[in-house]
């Protein structure tokens, strides 16, 4: 644990004891400083490809779907914490940078499917592969494979119990 993390727990005990609990205390800065290091990492990889994370997490989700690598912007929403304004203005956005493409279906016009661009594969491919081997290789010259997938399996349980009972 760096030095500042440890700092901060123990303002935490000394400065406000009766909110302090010594095993999730602990828990929860060092989980909370760990997700800001690695978004701050992954941050910085996609403003080189030119994206916002907003950006990117459309256009990975499109690249992982199947071909042709389209979905409604129902579909979107479900796999992003997003309101539908915010996403109408990320696919304006990736239109105008001719990322993606919308069409409307035969069986319904109101629905209008967005479709990543050939143009869009090789940026999201790029900077998908960055980020898995800058931040990737920071987490696995830190620990080890065991320690990442013990860690993954213990993170999982808690996305199986959500505090509210909502699942993502």
Do not use: C
């Not at 004891?17 to 060092?30: A, C, K, V």
């Not at 539908?84 to 409307?104: C, D, N, P, Y």
């Not at 920071?138 to 119990?161: D, M, Y």
């Amino acid at each position: 644990m760096d030095s500042e993390l440890l700092r901060v727990i123990e303002q935490h005990r000394d400065n406000w004891p009766e909110s302090f609990d010594p095993l999730l205390t602990p828990f929860f800065h060092t989980l909370h400083r760990a997700h800001g290091i690695l978004l701050g990492q992954a941050f910085r990889v996609m403003e080189r490809y030119g994206l916002s994370p907003a950006e990117f997490d459309v256009l990975s989700s499109l690249r992982r779907s199947p071909f042709p690598h389209e979905l409604t912007p129902s579909q979107l929403q479900q796999s992003l914490l997003i309101t539908s304004g915010g996403l109408t203005k990320i696919l304006q956005q990736l239109q105008e940078r001719a990322f993606v493409t919308r069409s409307t279906t035969r069986t319904d016009r109101r629905v209008k499917p967005v479709r990543l661009t050939p143009a869009a594969i090789p940026v999201v491919e790029q900077a998908l592969q960055s980020i898995r081997l800058e931040v990737g290789g920071w987490i696995t010259n830190t620990v080890s494979a065991e320690e990442i997938e013990r860690v993954t399996q213990t993170l999982g349980k808690l996305t199986l119990n959500p505090l509210h009972g909502d699942r993502e």
